[in-house]
């Protein structure tokens, strides 16, 4: 079912594992015209586009793009008791976690007279977005809310695509999810055309423009994102979901298949990939994997994903082979199933999130963990960080200097000034001495 890469015996350079890395070929570049024309469609014609846009993309024409309070208020009564309470602690979880993603104001003297203040500093409006496509997702609108209420975001937007099982609204369970947590501004508006609404405004709905857009989506939802980034600030690209585990012989064959599954069920483009140094422990993960894939509930999606190119079981000599080919990959989830895995975790420099041990799945990640399962994907994690507060945040340098500093260093100034050829610095501090 799943193909297998075996780098045992073989010297590969960086550039060597970034070339066998398994991805889906998906390009977000792909899409950009066809993104370009919707976004563009919204700017020109406002509510009246998004209304066309769901009716030819979603298949329903929703009642409005705005979601009254009373239904909102409507979807959280009717919440499940059981989701509500799961919901209720994962918000007290995840908001605990990311407080301490927030720093305290810095005063720096760096001399008599002269200090540098450090302060994180909150955008003041948001455009969160959640998907709504082959699943709900609750659990987003907790973790990018809560983010951004931690940051203390004061203006909170969110989107959801129209679901015609429910007249053209937000499925209900993230409205709920969106009124337990304060949210009363939401739209049902999906795709690219609800990241270039919330990047340009949409004047006929009231709907001002945000300053910083996160949450996942599909390739037009990426590709959306890159192309107002510069007008707005971006959390990632997120693309489809993807998991990584390092496993030793220690490890659990059935845990590593479960946990394998869970991923794929998300989307036919989903990556689940082993790294082992044991090939004892892959074949015994190849052969629970039919019966297991044909037990599960997406067992035609999941079959789909494992066997396309972004899934492989990789075989490697040691686990600092394995550490390197997954720092190569940088993955959204990255699982550490090993002996020691102490010995380990400093030897893996680029994953969104790395869970530890055979009771920390990534399924928990997803919900009540505490931290936030927004991610980068698709090798992103080589660069980039998953959403929390400081997303939100912008770090600003206050500069003060009295009288008695800025002599002090007047002389430094004009010195550079000239350097630099650039005299009219160094008049401006010479101005204050005349």
Known sequence: MMRTLDLRGRVLSAADLLALVPRAASDVGSAVDAVAAVIQEVRDRGSAALLDQAERFDRV????VRVGRESL?????ALDPAVREALELAIERVRRATAAQVPAEQITEVAPGARIVQRWQPVSRVGLYVPGGKAVYPSSVVMNVVAAQVAGVASIALASPPQAEFGGSVHPTILGAASLLGVDEVYAMGGAGA??????GVDDLGLEPVQVITGPGNLYVATAKRAVKGVVGIDSEAGPTEILIIADATARPDYVVADLISQAEHDELAGSVLVTDDAELAEAVRALLTAAVAATHHRDRVTTALEGPQSAIVLVDDLAQAARFSNAYG????????????ALLPQLESAGAIFVGDCTPVSLGDYVAGSNHVLPTGGQARFASGLGAYT?????QIIEYDRDALAEVAAHVGALSDAEQLPAHGDAVRARFL
């Open 331 to 342: 993955p959204e989830h990255l699982e550490v199933q090993v002996a020691e895995p102490d």
């Open 392 to 396: 939100f945040l912008r770090p600003q």
């Open 195 to 200: 990241i270039g609404a919330f990047a340009y």
């Open 61 to 64: 024409r929703p009642p409005s």
């Open 73 to 77: 208020r409507d979807a959280e009564a």
